[in-house]
């Protein structure tokens, strides 16, 4: 009885220690593996460009006590934008309706409303824009100014652009390019190091900067309905900044 028990005993740890071993991960170490010394530098440049394009919206807004009156009148005065803005020199290609909605007015709760209060549709409001996108940039005041004669009364954000902006982006990876490696020629000075070749080229982006020009709509369209020799507003372009972000990583060895 005593050798059983022993045999037993011992059947128990083995069982244990190959559990104990199979739960071990096994590592392979591979000598021939051989981490190659590397430098990673990064550049960035800015070009600046003239702003050669402009977007503007010209809205007209109307209000009325039905649906299709206030209609009516939107599409009555847009008619009259358009012409006005064609008389002026927009041409068919450089404009396309951005927007157009009408939707109820509601009747404000007044402030000791019964509890049985509702609230009712007092009129509807109509509107309608137009988005602007042309090369004409000396003509936008004189735009601005005959759209609000002819009855816009909302006038939208000014976006200033570039009509071929893949020609500055270009300029600008060129640039953050070179400056990347005038970097790492100076860290592998410093570090006595050499330069043997590149191994990865990174360009994190070149994104184009427009010039916004913000226009408060109806407060600016009631100056220039103050006078009735109303001037054109003067709008100027500005520049237009192009930023690029390069990332070289070179091989070196002492």
């Known amino acids: 009885a005593w050798r059983n028990s022993t045999r037993m005993i011992?059947?128990?740890?083995?069982?244990?220690?190959?559990?104990?071993?199979?739960?071990?991960?096994?590592?392979?170490?591979r000598a021939d593996v051989v981490v190659e010394p590397t430098l990673s530098v990064r550049g960035e440049a800015t070009v600046k460009a003239q702003a050669d394009q402009v977007e503007?919206?010209?809205?007209?807004?109307?209000?009325?006590?039905?649906?299709?009156?206030?209609?009516?009148?939107?599409?009555?005065?847009?008619?009259?934008?358009?012409?006005?803005?064609?008389?002026?020199g927009?041409?068919?290609i450089e404009f396309k309706t951005g927007s157009f909605s009408i939707h109820p007015q509601w009747s404000q709760r007044p402030r000791q409303a019964s509890q049985d209060w509702k609230a009712m549709i007092v009129g509807y409001v109509a509107s309608n824009h137009l988005e602007v996108e042309t090369s004409k940039l000396e003509k936008i005041g004189e735009w601005i100014n005959a759209a609000t004669e002819a009855g816009a009364n909302n006038i939208g954000q000014l976006r200033f652009s570039l009509q071929d902006?893949?020609?500055?982006?270009?300029q600008a990876i060129k640039l953050a390019t070179q400056k990347a490696r005038g970097y790492a020629m100076a860290a592998a000075e410093a570090a006595d190091v050499r330069l043997v070749s590149i191994s990865a080229v990174q360009v994190d982006g070149a994104s184009v900067q427009p010039v916004?020009?913000?226009?408060?709509g109806m407060m600016e369209m009631a100056k220039l309905q103050m006078s009735d020799g109303a001037m054109a507003p003067q709008v100027t372009a500005g520049e237009?900044?192009?930023?690029?972000?390069?990332?070289?990583?070179?091989?070196?060895?002492?």
């Open 10 to 29: 011992t059947m128990k740890e083995l069982t244990l220690t190959l559990l104990f071993l199979a739960m071990i991960p096994s590592i392979t170490v």
């Open 165 to 170: 902006p893949d020609s500055f982006r270009n």
């Open 212 to 216: 916004l020009r913000q226009r408060s």
């Open 90 to 92: 927009l041409e068919q």
């Open 240 to 254: 237009i900044e192009v930023r690029a972000n390069v990332s070289l990583s070179y091989k070196v060895e002492n």
């Open 56 to 88: 503007i919206r010209i809205g007209v807004q109307t209000s009325a006590k039905t649906a299709k009156n206030a209609l009516q009148e939107n599409s009555r005065l847009m008619n009259e934008v358009r012409k006005q803005l064609a008389r002026e």
